[in-house]
């Protein structure tokens, strides 16, 4: 099957999994675990073009995250923007944003760019906190209206869960398309060896801006579809914490693979659901993650099923 | 294209473990701050809600039926308070929630509970919670408006003049703020400092640096801890002699551990709950004060503090409201909560009516002062 | 505002500023001996701290001993780390390196957090609390204890660096790895000692800073953080940058909270970082590896 053929089944499953998943659900309530699933899955996605194409960190996403959220709820419910212009500015804020960090901050290798991108997160952070006329400070911002489009709204869980999860299938589709791209195999070669790449006259600064501002649009996507659900925003959704739970499910997924990104943050989203004491080992349990999956699966869980399927596949044609 | 099948399995296995809950119980559902910055407030008010578990169900639980307290911890997170007030409204269906801890949670989960038409009896104290007043909210601790009432009046009678007012940038500080500055010139009293510090800080020497150069005769502080631990002790190493008083926030024992020295002669508005044994046999409180001391103190062998107090009373409120009413539907437990006179409870004796929502006044507080690591009541 | 208090916070900004630079050291030597920014240096600060509260409430030590075997503790911790989680990523991309000790940097929170709580924890000054007076500044014992010890281990350290055959060699590990390697000094056990040695001076600092500060779980992050900053200030890669980076950290945010605003406090110092990472990132004193695109 062509890798294209290929993409189009597994998105064409994925859709028809997620529309079918909500009538085996035993209690309503776990729709909304879903539908955060969902929206921090397209963060991961984007935040896994950055680490796993791109080769670059960031531990301070959940900034953009944060930055599209109160932006959204700022201008819909303090000055009664329309929804949906609340969301594209939020959105296009954060993209925005991280154009301008971006041009100092990409210049930067490895550790620098690593402490930028927290010092950076930090900051909003304290922001966030700080503000308090305009955001609420830490005891949040209440009251923004639930997410309504062309006149309707998303009023019941299910509805909301279904817009959340055809928008991460449409962002897993253009994240694909964008990997088979030129722009892809750029950032692949970028990757791989940033001299070869220049020595193949692609233009490294530019590249690594581009997908920084795309995942960060990403970012911004998620935050808008969480704030209008959830109908409150607080700092504490955006702190460090968050910004590492991201690299988490990325590790965790396995970078190079939109799908692991995906698996990744569907894991570690609903997992708390299920474990009573979860809240406690939370913490231990992400660092524990990061370590044992960059020792011994840094290709992540996607990645490591795709290598026992590959080699299953191999000795089976062997025979 | 197998890795989806394998999605789907992991996906699969994962949401067949919803677990499942009814069986013929009343259940009422608890949020507190058991763990984070506010786990001193909360940790006891746990204590207290299974504890009163414990005893109500001993006696044959309310109206025949045993009764189930679903207790969440927010960790001092207005968020997970959020998710937790979802949880307990729309996975745990509970006829009412004794809750959140803090006041910064509180205000971020009314509407549910207003859209929800479930009763919230909130343990946090800031007056914004009950006034102006909201049908399905109410509050067990007395008010910061009479917390600072008190402060201020007992600074008037010293014949002081100028006041320093520091708070905490959360919920609960800013809204003593709000009150301090509100009360302060009705009393004739100038505030001549207005410094905020952050609940994470450590060090507040620059703001108490600011403060030495004023002439403010009394400092009011209002915060939760461990803010004012640190502010006590840099006031003592900064060699500063004005006297200070904090908010009613620091009423447990943890502020005398961790203030350690710095905490001689400070004074308070408390419930009288830390100073039982000095109120007088003839109270009607002294009873109900003395019975929960001996109960908590023998079952968890560690010191009551006012907080767990409040949780007491916002169970047996709830308690009373369905006996009132013999029924436990959630509008009638609102109802009938309205109705409720001369409950005697650890914080005070409750008035409610349509009007209001928290039943008690100024006679709820006591001044204390902190007297060689124990409160003693102010004559 | 009187000149007492301008001194006042100054010496409230050296004192807190030793601790920066204490942290700002671990990371150099980390760097230095092995080209890694080590994200968990603020958690050994954290760890001298809390192990030092544990073994004082939990065991009934003095508070001396308590401090000797939260360091010695934290400094078995910081070479474990090294042999278990670093070694194995150390030859592989940046990329893997920065989320091992991100990853690590983490667990030890989350055990912490685990078996000690999130609450705040403190412990007594080392001779009193009664604070010292003159001219119209009150200095805390405890805020001398940290000066003078900060001093003393900047001195040791020097010595340790310049004079003795180990320090001698894992300064030349940070000049030239294969030409060390070369030449006979086994450069895993040069690495494993900087790890050691990082956490050591690092728990010093949580250690002796605690009774003015208090501790809980979640300070190393900031610590952690500013620590970096004070590098990035002073140069990164040299140590003396290290130290009076942290100095002039902790006093540009003693001023910056008592002339401003105490609300923004801890931003000025990603402020600074970030700043300084945009046009400067050789520091104030030079000397430095950055590398730029």
């Known amino acids: 099957?062509?890798?294209?053929?290929?993409?189009?089944?597994?998105?064409?499953?994925?859709?028809?999994?997620?529309?079918?998943?909500?009538?085996?659900?035993?209690?309503?309530?776990?729709?909304?675990?879903?539908?955060?699933?969902?929206?921090?899955?397209?963060?991961?996605?984007?935040?896994?073009?950055?680490?796993?194409?791109?080769?670059?960190?960031?531990?301070?996403?959940?900034?953009?995250?944060?930055?599209?959220?109160?932006?959204?709820?700022?201008?819909?419910?303090?000055?009664?923007?329309?929804?949906?212009?609340?969301m594209v500015i939020g959105i296009l804020l954060s993209g925005f944003i991280a154009y301008i960090i971006g041009i100092p901050t990409l210049k930067l290798k490895g550790h620098y760019l690593?402490?930028?991108?927290?010092?950076?997160?930090?900051?909003?952070?304290?922001?966030?906190?700080?503000?308090?006329?305009?955001?609420?400070?830490?005891?949040?911002?209440?009251?923004?209206?639930?997410?309504?489009?062309?006149?309707?709204?998303f009023e019941s869980d299910l509805s909301y869960y279904y817009l959340t999860s055809l928008t991460l299938a449409f962002i897993i589709v253009l994240s694909l398309n964008l990997i088979n791209s030129r722009i892809g195999r750029a950032l692949k070669a970028i990757h791989t060896s940033e001299t070869a790449a220049q020595v193949f006259g692609i233009p490294i600064a530019k590249y690594k801006l581009f997908v920084f501002v795309i995942s960060a649009l990403y970012a911004g996507l998620a935050g808008v579809l969480y704030v209008h659900n959830l109908s409150f925003v607080a700092p504490s959704s955006f702190g460090f914490n968050f910004s590492v739970e991201l690299v988490t499910m990325v590790v965790l997924g396995g970078m190079a693979r939109i799908w692991g990104s995906v698996i990744g943050a569907f894991f570690l989203t609903i997992l708390p659901e299920f474990l009573r004491f979860f809240e406690n080992i939370e913490i231990m349990l992400y660092g524990a993650i990061l370590i044992v999956f960059i020792i011994f699966m840094p290709e992540g869980i996607a990645g490591s099923i795709v290598k026992i399927f590959a080699a299953w596949r191999a000795r089976k044609s062997d025979v | 294209m197998k890795r989806f099948f394998c999605c789907l399995l992991i996906l699969g296995i994962f949401l067949g473990f919803a677990p499942a809950f009814g069986e013929d119980t009343i259940k009422i559902g608890a949020l507190f701050s058991v763990t984070g910055p506010a786990s001193f407030l909360g940790e006891p008010e746990k204590n207290t809600a299974l504890m009163l578990q414990e005893q109500i169900n001993a006696r044959g639980g309310v109206l025949g039926k045993k009764i189930e307290i679903v207790i969440y911890d927010d960790e001092t997170d207005v968020n997970k308070a959020v998710l937790a007030a979802?949880?307990?409204?729309?996975?745990?269906?509970?006829?009412?929630?004794?809750?959140?801890?803090?006041?910064?949670?509180?205000?971020?989960?009314?509407?549910?509970?207003?859209?929800?038409?479930?009763?919230?009896?909130?343990?946090?104290?800031?007056?914004?919670?009950?006034?102006?007043v909201k049908k399905w909210i109410f509050k067990t601790p007395q008010s910061d408006r009479y917390a600072a009432i008190k402060i201020l009046k007992h600074i008037k009678e010293r014949k002081f003049s100028k006041i320093a007012i520091i708070t905490v940038s959360d919920g609960f500080g800013q809204a003593g703020r709000e009150v301090l500055k509100e009360v302060a010139p009705t009393l004739g009293l100038e505030i001549v400092a207005d410094e905020v510090y952050g609940p994470k800080d450590t060090d507040m020497t620059a703001q108490l640096t600011k403060i030495k150069n004023t002439p403010a005769q009394a400092i009011v502080c209002w915060g939760t801890n461990p803010g004012p631990a640190v502010i006590a002790k840099n006031r003592v190493q900064l060699g500063i002699q004005t006297p200070l008083y904090m908010s009613h926030g620091v009423a447990s024992p943890k502020f005398i551990e961790l203030s350690g020295s710095a905490s001689e002669g400070i004074l308070l508005p408390a419930g009288r709950l830390i100073v039982a044994d000095e109120i007088p046999d003839k109270h009607p409180q002294k009873p109900v004060l003395v019975k929960y001391i001996k109960d908590y103190e023998t079952?968890?062998?560690?010191?009551?503090?006012?907080?767990?107090?409040?949780?007491?009373?916002?169970?047996?409120?709830?308690?009373?409201?369905?006996?009132?009413?013999?029924?436990?539907?959630?509008?009638?437990?609102?109802?009938?909560?309205?109705?409720?006179?001369?409950?005697?409870?650890?914080?005070?004796?409750?008035?409610?009516?349509?009007?209001?929502?928290?039943?008690?006044?100024?006679?709820?507080?006591?001044?204390?002062?902190?007297?060689?690591?124990?409160?003693?009541?102010?004559? | 505002m009187e000149l007492a208090s301008y001194f006042q916070l100054l010496l409230s900004g050296i004192t807190v500023g030793s601790i920066y630079g204490l942290t700002a050291l671990g990371f150099t030597i980390i760097f230095n001996t092995t080209g890694i920014i080590n994200f968990a240096q603020g958690e050994f600060v954290m760890?001298?701290?809390?192990?030092?509260?544990?073994?004082?409430?939990?065991?009934?030590?003095?508070?001396?001993?308590?401090?000797?075997?939260?360091?010695?503790?934290?400094?078995?911790?910081?070479?474990?780390?090294?042999?278990?989680?670093?070694?194995?990523?150390?030859?592989?991309?940046?990329?893997?390196?920065?989320?091992?000790?991100?990853?690590?940097?983490?667990f030890i929170r989350g055990v912490i957090m685990f078996v000690f709580g999130k609450d705040t924890y403190g412990f007594p000054q080392f001779t009193g609390d009664i604070p010292l007076t003159f001219w119209g500044v009150a200095i805390m014992p405890q805020s001398l204890w940290v000066i003078a010890v900060t001093v003393l281990l900047l001195l040791w350290l020097f010595f340790?660096?310049?004079?003795?055959?180990?320090?001698?060699?894992?300064?030349?590990?940070?000049?030239?790895?294969?030409?060390?390697?070369?030449?006979?000094?086994?450069?895993?056990?040069?690495?494993?000692?900087?790890?050691a040695i990082s956490a050591l001076v690092g728990a010093i600092g949580g250690a002796i800073l605690t009774p003015i500060t208090l501790t809980s779980y979640d300070v190393g992050i900031m610590l952690g953080l500013k620590g970096f900053s004070a590098c990035i200030i002073g140069g990164l890669g040299n140590p003396f940058g290290a130290a009076f980076g942290g100095i002039i950290l902790g006093i540009l945010e003693s001023f910056g909270a008592g002339l401003i605003s105490s609300a923004y406090k801890d931003a000025f110092a990603f402020f600074i970082l970030l700043v300084l990472l945009f046009f400067r990132p050789t520091g104030l004193l030079g000397l430095s590896k950055i590398e730029r695109v």
């Not at chain 1, 690593?114 to 830490?138: H, K």
């Not at chain 2, 968890?300 to 047996?316: L, R």
Request: charged fraction near 15%; glycine fraction near 10%.
């Open chain 1, 1 to 86: 099957m062509s890798g294209f053929k290929k993409d189009g089944l597994s998105v064409f499953c994925f859709v028809l999994l997620l529309l079918a998943v909500p009538f085996f659900l035993t209690n309503v309530y776990y729709i909304n675990t879903l539908t955060l699933s969902a929206i921090h899955a397209i963060i991961a996605v984007g935040l896994n073009l950055l680490m796993g194409y791109a080769g670059q960190v960031s531990l301070g996403h959940a900034a953009f995250y944060g930055i599209a959220a109160y932006t959204s709820a700022i201008l819909t419910t303090t000055y009664g923007l329309p929804i949906p212009l609340g």
């Open chain 1, 114 to 153: 690593a402490m930028a991108t927290l010092g950076f997160g930090v900051i909003v952070y304290i922001f966030f906190n700080e503000t308090i006329e305009l955001t609420g400070g830490p005891s949040g911002f209440r009251g923004v209206p639930r997410l309504a489009l062309f006149g309707f709204t």
């Open chain 2, 86 to 132: 979802d949880k307990l409204l729309k996975r745990d269906n509970v006829i009412a929630v004794v809750g959140p801890t803090t006041s910064g949670n509180t205000f971020a989960i009314e509407e549910k509970f207003e859209k929800a038409n479930i009763p919230l009896i909130s343990c946090a104290a800031a007056e914004k919670i009950v006034k102006p």
């Open chain 2, 299 to 379: 079952k968890f062998k560690s010191p009551i503090s006012t907080f767990g107090g409040h949780a007491w009373d916002a169970i047996m409120l709830v308690v009373k409201a369905i006996e009132m009413g013999r029924s436990a539907k959630p509008a009638d437990i609102r109802a009938n909560l309205e109705k409720i006179r001369n409950f005697v409870g650890t914080g005070g004796v409750f008035n409610f009516s349509p009007e209001d929502h928290n039943g008690l006044d100024e006679r709820a507080f006591e001044m204390v002062v902190i007297q060689k690591g124990d409160w003693k009541l102010v004559k």
């Open chain 3, 47 to 106: 760890l001298g701290g809390m192990l030092a509260v544990f073994a004082l409430k939990g065991f009934k030590l003095g508070v001396l001993p308590s401090i000797f075997i939260s360091v010695v503790v934290t400094t078995i911790i910081g070479a474990a780390i090294e042999r278990i989680t670093i070694r194995p990523v150390r030859g592989g991309a940046v990329l893997n390196l920065i989320i091992a000790t991100i990853g690590v940097s983490i």
């Open chain 3, 160 to 195: 340790f660096f310049k004079k003795t055959i180990f320090g001698k060699a894992m300064l030349a590990c940070s000049h030239d790895r294969k030409a060390s390697y070369l030449v006979g000094i086994s450069v895993n056990k040069m690495v494993l000692a900087s790890f």
